[in-house]
């Protein structure tokens, strides 16, 4: 067979400003890009493995893994290939095929996909609508309660801790309270805070956290963080009786690579980040408030906005949509222009956007862009 030579690059973070929200926390420091060149090889970490990927010592995963658990504040701590397949492992192992879980109304869609590759019926927790799309802990409380007295027994009730469409921040320690003082294990998905905000999962007595490494811990991956409470440990990390060594819900290995390499050379980098979530959260009030003086641009979810990702509604931008000759266009053609990527093509009734590890005046030559772009069309 013949095949073109796939000679693909990528300018898009070196040449712009990157505003996809999903993107900003996934960018490598040097340290680990220096990791992602040694470790580029397949099965890379395996060199010197003697059965249990967790416990190889050169590069030293075991006590990476260990330092991951004191961050988090975790008993014990597995990468898996991502959140969502730490959301599975747990569902799976920790219920039975047509369990009913309950899960928070902001879940991402792969806490739907899991459970139903799981075989789990789900029970939503409603967010509050209106402009803020919150999700109340005491209709969290009511729902799981009504949903143990319908089915005797809940054994998983999950809350996602910062959502992917408004950025919005549920408190982890009243959720981690509500289920212990109910007996429900409770699982927290951190895709989006795990790496960027502190974690504190035995002080907030939760059960599981997921995290993801490609979407907020600094790592090429696919990779996420799986921790969990050490009387789970039976449970989710069973092993095989084939093969003593091997846990069957890790499918034995699970990172086997430049993911692995690049989370732990990330970590400091990572450690330090989460140390200055104050300032950045800062920050990112300050682009809001830049943004929100534009007559016809709003912020929606909580406000003021506790995390970086964060949702507008632009009625200013889609009245000029409807009279540009690009449509809806425009504005992903202007921001390029002002080399400013990011917000998806086409779009111009709301967008999302992130300015996560922008300094002070990257975030205010985009604040001015989109003043300068609107001031463009509207007369
Ligand atoms: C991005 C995201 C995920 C998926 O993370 P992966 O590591 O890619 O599986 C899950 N949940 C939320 C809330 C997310 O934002």
Same mark, same amino acid.
């Given at each position: 067979?013949?095949?073109?030579?796939?000679?693909i690059t990528r300018g898009v973070e070196r040449e712009n400003l990157n505003l996809n929200p999903l993107q900003r926390g996934g960018i490598l420091p040097r340290e680990a890009r220096k990791?992602?060149?040694?470790?580029?090889?397949?099965?890379?970490?395996?060199?010197?493995?003697?059965?249990?990927?967790?416990?190889?010592?050169?590069?030293?995963?075991?006590?990476?893994?260990?330092?991951?658990?004191?961050?988090?504040?975790?008993?014990?701590?597995?990468?898996?290939?991502?959140?969502?397949?730490?959301?599975?492992?747990?569902?799976?192992?920790?219920?039975?095929?047509?369990?009913?879980?309950? @899960? $928070? #109304? *902001?879940?991402?869609?792969? !806490?739907?996909?899991?459970?139903?590759?799981?075989?789990?019926?789900?029970?939503? +927790? /409603?967010n509050s609508g209106g402009s803020e799309f919150k999700i109340d802990l005491n209709k969290y409380k009511e729902t799981l309660e009504s949903a143990i007295d319908k089915y005797d027994e809940?054994?998983?009730?999950?809350?996602?801790? @910062? $959502? #992917? *469409?408004?950025?919005?921040? !549920?408190?982890?320690?009243?959720?981690?309270?509500?289920?212990?003082?109910?007996? +429900? /294990?409770?699982?927290?998905?951190?895709?989006?805070?795990?790496?960027?905000?502190?974690?504190?999962?035995?002080?907030?007595?939760?059960?599981?956290?997921?995290?993801?490494?490609?979407?907020?811990?600094?790592?090429?991956?696919?990779?996420?963080?799986?921790?969990?409470?050490?009387?789970?440990?039976?449970?989710?990390?069973?092993?095989?009786?084939?093969?003593?060594?091997?846990?069957?819900?890790?499918?034995?290995?699970?990172?086997?690579?430049?993911?692995?390499?690049?989370?732990?050379?990330?970590?400091?980098?990572?450690?330090?980040?989460?140390?200055?979530?104050?300032?950045?959260?800062?920050?990112?009030?300050?682009?809001?408030?830049?943004?929100?003086?534009?007559?016809?641009?709003?912020?929606?979810?909580?406000?003021?906005?506790?995390?970086?990702?964060?949702?507008?509604?632009?009625?200013?931008?889609?009245?000029?949509?409807?009279?540009?000759?690009?449509?809806?266009?425009?504005?992903?053609?202007?921001?390029?222009?002002?080399?400013?990527?990011?917000?998806?093509?086409?779009?111009?009734?709301?967008?999302?956007?992130?300015?996560?590890?922008?300094?002070?005046?990257?975030?205010?030559?985009?604040?001015?862009?989109?003043?300068?772009?609107?001031?463009?069309?509207?007369?």
């Amino acid at each position: 067979m013949e095949c073109q030579n796939y000679n693909i690059t990528r300018g898009v973070e070196r040449e712009n400003l990157n505003l996809n929200p999903l993107q900003r926390g996934g960018i490598l420091p040097r340290e680990a890009r220096k990791a992602l060149y040694e470790f580029g090889d397949g099965y890379s970490v395996c060199d010197y493995c003697a059965g249990r990927l967790d416990e190889v010592v050169k590069p030293s995963i075991s006590s990476f893994l260990g330092d991951l658990a004191t961050f988090l504040n975790a008993d014990d701590v597995k990468t898996v290939h991502g959140a969502r397949e730490g959301k599975f492992a747990v569902m799976h192992a920790m219920c039975d095929e047509g369990d009913t879980i309950v @899960v $928070d #109304g *902001n879940a991402h869609y792969t !806490t739907h996909l899991a459970a139903e590759r799981a075989g789990l019926e789900i029970i939503e +927790v /409603p967010n509050s609508g209106g402009s803020e799309f919150k999700i109340d802990l005491n209709k969290y409380k009511e729902t799981l309660e009504s949903a143990i007295d319908k089915y005797d027994e809940i054994k998983l009730a999950l809350l996602t801790h @910062v $959502d #992917g *469409n408004y950025g919005n921040l !549920t408190n982890a320690q009243e959720f981690g309270k509500i289920c212990s003082d109910l007996g +429900v /294990p409770s699982i927290l998905n951190c895709a989006y805070s795990m790496g960027r905000l502190p974690i504190d999962m035995n002080g907030w007595k939760i059960d599981f956290v997921v995290g993801s490494g490609h979407k907020s811990m600094a790592a090429s991956g696919p990779i996420g963080v799986l921790a969990m409470k050490d009387e789970w440990i039976e449970t989710v990390l069973k092993r095989s009786p084939r093969h003593m060594k091997k846990e069957i819900e890790m499918l034995g290995c699970t990172s086997r690579g430049a993911p692995i390499a690049t989370l732990m050379a990330s970590l400091p980098h990572v450690i330090e980040r989460v140390n200055n979530w104050e300032k950045e959260l800062k920050l990112t009030q300050n682009f809001v408030a830049k943004l929100e003086k534009i007559d016809g641009i709003e912020q929606v979810g909580i406000k003021p906005t506790e995390h970086d990702l964060v949702r507008f509604e632009t009625p200013i931008l889609h009245e000029i949509s409807k009279k540009h000759p690009r449509k809806g266009f425009f504005l992903y053609e202007e921001l390029k222009k002002k080399k400013i990527v990011g917000i998806k093509r086409g779009q111009t009734e709301w967008f999302k956007c992130s300015t996560y590890g922008m300094n002070a005046k990257q975030r205010d030559y985009v604040a001015n862009s989109f003043k300068k772009i609107i001031k463009k069309f509207v007369n």
